[in-house]
């Protein structure tokens, strides 16, 4: 009985277990599957576009360079020595070389032939040499004093065919010297001036024994002459002063020279014995160059004339 009953029990265990095995399957099979649907994959999320700073365009001003300063012409100190047996034939040469300076559109400023009617006011002995051991350096008879509107025009005319032609009959001419410089005013022509204004440039010439000073010498002779109205109550009319900017011909040894226009001796001595002229300009120059410095007429013929006409009262000619 007892082992009757055990099985009967594990029976019903067993049809207990079989019965819920069934229904699993049964409720697997029958009832709708529960569906899950996937998860979307949301998508980046981008960052939003950087909002750019409104900035307000920095629009550069058109701003228009001032036009360049007016500069000075460009200058052509011209010396000459004419043998004395040849004065006429080395005269007519200069003019031919004057005229081709004219035609390509120069000024002459000066032109001086006669040295009688200079003013040496220092360095004689460069000009009129003492004896024959010690040469002039600066033994010229002539000067000429040219201006271009720019260095390309002094070049065109230098370049030109004239002057070449020219340039071949210079053996009539013993030393010829031409040397551009760079000028701080418009030049002048006598063709146009016709005695009016300024009737003599001063003018000085340097062979350099040292370099730097002479340098020197012209900065500070252009800043005197800027402040002369206040300084001396007179316009120094400053044309150059300045180392030569170049040399076309060299048979003279001029490295820098200074020009400037005055009406009168009387004017120009006022500047010679000037505080800063006697005392900065003129106290050192005789130690670092050999220098030559001529008051020269504008209008030599007329000036000439008035000597003259002292000698005979019985006429009268005006400079200007």
Known sequence: DVLAQALMEGSLVSLFLSLVCHLFVLVT????????????????????????QHQPQQTQLQVQSPPPPEHGHCFVVGTFRVHEHQMRQGTAWIDSLQTTIQRQGGLIQLRSDKPKLWTIIDGKDHNVEP?????????????MLAAFPSTQDLQLWWSSDEVFDVMKQRHVVEKVGIFPLDGLRVGQDLREMKGFGDRYVLLEFFKMLKYQPVQQYVDNYKRFASAALKTIGLNCNLLFAETTSGVLMNEFPLEAACASTW?????????????????VLKAGRHKYSKCLVVMVPIFEEKLEQMINDKKNPGTLTRLT
């Open 29 to 52: 099979h029958l009832s709708p599957r529960l569906y899950i649907p996937p998860i979307p994959l949301l998508p980046m999320a981008t960052p939003p576009p950087q909002q750019q």
């Open 263 to 279: 009406r009168s001796h009387t004017e120009s001595q006022v500047w010679l014995e000037s505080k800063d002229y006697q005392q």
């Open 131 to 143: 004896h024959h051991l010690e040469p002039a350096v600066f033994d010229f008879t002539t000067i």
